[in-house]
């Protein structure tokens, strides 16, 4: 007999070939986990909720279809009011993809003014200081005097104040639900008072960050302060700013950045040429200046087309400034091409030209847009 070390190699593969291909039965197994309670399972109710199948639309408004809000949740209905409730409810609760473009009308249920209303920022500031009230917002002329960088250093100290004593309303509340279910793809808001931003789902970066943050602020908040110079961006310190003025000589109403000045202290003591002390101004966006962030932005709104939005929601806006009313055009021609849903949610209707900007809205919701997320939890008729 052959030793086994000789056995032919014929004979080998034959074994080979016999051999089993799984250990066998009396061999125990190691299991990676023995312990099935330590697995923690994850959190998937957003993500399955984002991905349940939209159900189909039974109804579509005629283009720029007025319905208004106030007198449906008061139950003045029609037939066709129901309908239009129906296809708010269905583009809010069921779009994957929503756009939210936001103005001030969505903050005065928490106690800000709005601008341009008859109760407005506007108007309180025309009766207040004696000027246009827009012109606290004109960067031209809140720099081209010591009185008007007084009368705008108050009012921002005053928004903020304001601002800090407020809550997000429900409407707030809504976008950041509809955030917390994955299915706002972003929230543009011209709101400087960062009431938004305060609710967990809809954080923002100061400034802008990469990849981009969940709200875009497009015109800054008077939460921070910003250098012109070295562009550090701080939170806002209204004492700064000297607010009082009438019993103040001498004070500088645009205030040095104290970094700024720490560094041009450092290179003074060694000796090398200085290179100047920027200013600290409120990071508020202006008339009449270059958006600081305009290209930032840019980027952004350029990559949220590209993701096919099915849902565009513009609420509180009058729609007069132009970068926006801009921005408002991209989305809705995306939306309209897919097929997807345009709202324009406002509590006075809209002029020639906004709607035009926005090619033509399925519904324009007029009335408290406070009154949408209560017509949500409303039962389906």
Request: proline content about 6%.
């Amino acid at each position: 007999m052959k030793p086994l070390g000789d056995v032919d190699e014929g004979v080998r593969k034959h074994w080979d070939r016999q051999l089993p291909l799984t250990p066998p039965a009396t061999v125990e197994k190691c299991l990676e986990r023995q312990n099935h309670e330590d697995i923690t399972p994850k959190k998937l109710l957003p993500q399955l909720k984002s991905k349940s199948r939209k159900p189909r639309l039974k109804y579509r408004p005629e283009p720029n279809t007025v319905f208004n809000i106030d007198d449906y949740m008061a139950g003045i209905r029609s037939g066709k009011d129901v309908k239009n409730a129906e296809f708010v409810r269905y583009a809010l609760q069921h779009s994957k993809r929503v756009i939210m473009i936001t103005g001030a009308g969505i903050s005065v249920a928490a106690g800000i003014p709005d601008f341009r209303s008859s109760n407005g920022l506007f108007s309180q500031l025309k009766g207040k200081h004696g000027s246009s009230g827009k012109e606290l917002f004109d960067f031209n002329a809140v720099y081209s005097s010591d009185e008007m960088n007084l009368k705008f250093n108050s009012m921002i100290a005053s928004l903020h104040k304001l601002s800090k004593n407020c809550s997000p309303t429900e409407f707030h509340r809504m976008i950041n639900d509809i955030a917390l279910e994955g299915r706002l793809q972003r929230l543009y808001t011209q709101n400087i008072d960062g009431l938004d931003t305060r609710l967990s789902n809809l954080a923002t970066s100061v400034p802008l960050s990469i990849p981009p943050p969940q709200t875009v602020q497009l015109h800054g908040s008077i939460n921070h302060m910003e250098c012109n110079k070295c562009s550090l961006v701080v939170e806002l310190d209204p004492a700064v700013f000297k607010c009082d003025g009438e019993n103040e000589t001498g004070v500088k109403l645009v205030p040095n950045c104290a970094q700024c000045e720490e560094y041009d202290a450092v290179r003074m003591a060694a000796g090398i040429r200085t290179q100047g002390v920027g200013k600290l101004r409120p990071r508020v966006v202006l008339y009449n200046e270059i958006h600081p962030e305009g290209d930032e932005i840019g980027r952004i709104t350029t990559s949220d087309l590209r993701k096919k939005p099915d849902c565009l929601v513009i609420a509180g806006t009058s729609l007069q400034i132009p970068g926006v009313k801009a921005i408002c055009k991209q989305f809705g021609q995306k939306v309209k091409a897919s097929r997807g849903i345009v709202l324009y949610l406002n509590q006075e209707y809209p002029n020639r030209a906004a709607i035009e900007t926005i090619g033509c809205a399925d519904l324009v919701v007029l009335g408290d847009c406070q009154n949408v997320p209560r017509l949500l939890s409303e039962d389906s008729f």
